[in-house]
């Protein structure tokens, strides 16, 4: 992989590295957690109807019971951070995160927009967890220009399911403010007129509607569900499999670059617990 659809497979595979064994844990290793591999099949972009099948890590580490690097907003992207609370089922982290590149040569459907880089976001999480249930929220600003704000809301519950399969399942609600929605869906005048030119030249995958400046409406952008199943093979080998919907909102959904508002993902790999 290119890191290119970066890690919306870690916001699917990694919540299977909370599992431990019911066998007493020793003192915390200085590194802790599991890494592994993933075949994935899911959309070229938020919003496509072109899909990828693709090989994508998997990681999720606790440094010296401190640091983590695994995923970040939520579960949206692959993220790293330190936790500042941790105790008594709260937990409250300083993060960063890494949200995928989007080149114009990707689809058709980004003909006209530029390349656009990766997304790097500063910002903070707090979760509790009652059990096998965790509710969690995030919010984080883009470090670069024009990124804006994202707030994300989650709730998942997982575990042991008997015998050697564990599991999880979980929901996300994803707000951004207006900026956040024209860096992921508006089309700005420029783009617009560029994409109006290639139309005249006859480029298959745009339509009159492709070539209209646009701004999203900021707010809910979109709702996801995911669930992972996992058997383990050995003490430290298992087998995961994941699948995950994602339903665009509002002006995510009204947005020429969507093609499809209703996505599914769906994943298969291996993971080593350290």
């Known amino acids: 992989m290119t890191i290119r659809p970066t890690l919306i497979a870690l916001a699917l595979a990694i919540p299977l590295a909370s599992v431990r064994s019911q066998s007493p844990e020793p003192p915390a290793p200085l590194i802790a957690g599991q890494i592994g591999a993933m075949v994935l099949d899911l959309p070229a972009y938020p919003g496509a109807d072109e899909r990828w099948v693709i090989p994508v890590p998997v990681v999720d580490l606790r440094i010296a019971n401190r640091f983590y690097v695994g995923d970040g907003l939520g579960g949206l992207s692959a993220g790293a951070g330190v936790f500042l609370v941790e105790k008594g089922g709260f937990s409250w982290t300083a993060d960063l995160a890494l949200t995928s590149d989007r080149p114009e040569d990707r689809t058709g459907a980004l003909a006209g927009m530029g390349d656009r880089g990766f997304g790097v976001f500063g910002g903070s999480t707090l979760a ?147």
Do not use: H
């Open 128 to 274: 509790y967890r009652i059990g096998p249930v965790e509710a969690s929220a995030a919010a984080a600003i883009g470090l670069k220009d024009r990124m804006g704000l994202l707030g994300v809301l989650g709730l998942s519950a997982g575990g042991l399911l008997g015998g050697r399969w564990f599991g999880q399942a979980g929901s996300v609600a994803v707000v951004g403010d207006c900026a956040n929605l024209r860096w992921d869906y508006g089309v700005t005048s420029v783009q617009a007129r560029r994409r109006g030119e290639l139309i005249e030249q006859g480029a298959p995958d745009l339509g009159p509607g492709d070539s209209v400046p646009f701004t999203p409406a900021c707010g809910l952008r979109e709702l996801r569900a995911t669930a992972s199943l996992g058997y383990a093979l050995t003490q430290r080998l298992s087998i995961i499999g994941t699948g995950g919907a994602t339903r665009l909102e509002r002006g995510a959904a009204a947005s020429p670059l969507t093609r499809k508002r209703t996505m599914w993902e769906a994943g298969l790999g291996l993971s080593w617990r350290l």
